[in-house]
């Protein structure tokens, strides 16, 4: 028996006007989908523990069979295991995203507005060379060197910073995505003196950046310019129970994101990376698709994680948000299944959004999401009703994300 876990992230949503009331889910044309779910187990959960902001770091992990509540130390200590940096005793790491800050330049920095957590999706090679050009910058390195702060290149938007001897004691960080076209005032780090330090890097970041060439040439393509940096997602440490002790499985994790590659490692998990994945709607479906199908070959586990939804809902592009989720119903799913069947492989599949991301705001939600599981044996009457948020009221709820590994890899 082969075991596959496929999270489109952020693909669940509310209903929008523009759709005539309809979710993203119930508007796109995914026959695969809908297909597998009117022949299996279609159901909400709860994948966002009570008390935690809604992110992808809280709710993977509850997919993964890991209790947040026990578990979680911050999202940047996941992707530094990813990235195989070493945490400093006393020391933290941070998320440190290239954004995209608007008004003009004159302006305080507070007044200043979050126009893309991505600076507008940046290539790796440009946020690469601007991220080590700033950390060597001779007015900006003595400043972070003074906090104990260094880089480490994440090529593309998402860097993380490692800090020694790092007070996270009532510090409030907030993460940019989910305050999309808002002035920063009001979301700049507080809370400690730490704060008051990272402010200032992240002040001088935004001084230095504004007129490099890079961003220049941005601006006259017609791109938006990674004109700041912004420290957010902030830990000491972590450590997760084993995936193999627990379901008796091992295997690999496909993703473009460190933070999945990162739940893997300390999972006892393969990261598996595929050079022509984007982390965006435009990843190389097939290639990732081949990934995982490799790993199925000598293990009986595969995780495949999609980031694309997300990606489009964050920059307000519903049309690739809808385009992603066809993506992963026929370009995904549809050939991983045909895949294994033509290998005469029974196999037990579940697919579902880590929590909702919302077109109206471009930021996430705490509100359940709606899985299904699929047994190819087809052992038992299906739920007879397509994939939707709606439809999944109507199937088992599970009120901890934790639930879903032990459903998977129940018979």
């Not at 890991?66 to 006393?90: H, I, N, Q, T, W």
């Not at 290539?123 to 972070?144: R, V």
């Not at 941005?218 to 791109?223: D, L, T, V």
């Amino acid at each position: 028996m082969k075991y596959i876990l496929i999270i489109g992230d952020g693909m669940a949503d509310d209903p929008l006007p523009e759709l005539g009331g309809r979710t993203p889910l119930e508007a796109c044309r995914k026959p695969f989908f809908d297909s597998l779910s009117r022949r299996g187990v279609l159901g909400l959960a709860q994948t966002i523990p009570e008390g935690f902001p809604p992110g992808s770091d809280t709710a993977i992990m509850s997919i993964f069979g890991c209790d947040p509540a026990k578990y979680f130390s911050g999202r940047a200590p996941l992707e530094l295991a990813a990235s195989g940096g070493v945490m400093p005793e006393g020391g933290a790491a941070y998320r440190c995203n290239m954004v995209a800050l608007g008004g003009d330049e004159t302006l305080p920095f507070a007044e200043k507005v979050m126009l893309s957590h991505s600076a507008g999706s940046i290539e790796g090679a440009e946020s690469d060379e601007l991220i080590k050009w700033l950390f060597d910058n001779p007015e900006f390195a003595p400043m972070a060197k003074a906090a104990g702060m260094s880089v480490l290149p994440g090529s593309s938007f998402r860097h993380l910073a490692v800090q020694a001897d790092a007070d996270l004691a009532g510090i409030v960080l907030a993460p940019p995505h989910d305050h999309l076209d808002e002035p920063i005032g009001p979301i700049l780090p507080r809370g400690n003196g730490n704060a008051k330090a990272l402010l200032a890097l992240m002040e001088k970041a935004n001084e230095l950046l504004e007129h490099h060439p890079i961003n220049e040439k941005r601006r006259a393509e017609g791109k938006l310019p990674a004109n700041g940096i912004w420290f957010w997602a902030e830990g000491k440490g972590a450590k997760l129970p084993d995936f193999a002790g627990r379901f008796g499985a091992d295997g690999g994790v496909v993703s473009a994101v460190p933070l999945c590659h990162g739940i893997a490692v300390l999972v006892g998990l393969t990261p598996v990376s595929v050079p022509t994945a984007t982390g965006e709607w435009d990843t190389d479906y097939e290639a990732k698709t081949a990934a995982a199908l490799d790993i199925l070959k000598g293990h009986d586990f595969a995780a495949i994680h999609l980031e694309g939804p997300d990606e489009a809902t964050h920059n307000h592009d519903l049309e690739h948000k809808i385009y992603s989720v066809e993506c992963l119903s026929e370009r995904v799913a549809k050939p991983l299944c045909e895949a294994l069947r033509a290998r005469g492989e029974d196999f037990r599949l579940l697919i579902l959004s880590d929590h909702r991301t919302f077109m109206r705001n471009g930021a996430h939600g705490a509100t359940p999401v709606p899985f299904m599981i699929y047994d190819s044996r087809e052992l038992r009457p299906g739920s007879g009703l397509p994939y939707s948020e709606k439809n999944g009221e109507a199937g088992p709820f599970l009120e901890s994300g934790t639930g879903l590994m032990p459903l998977l890899f129940s018979e």
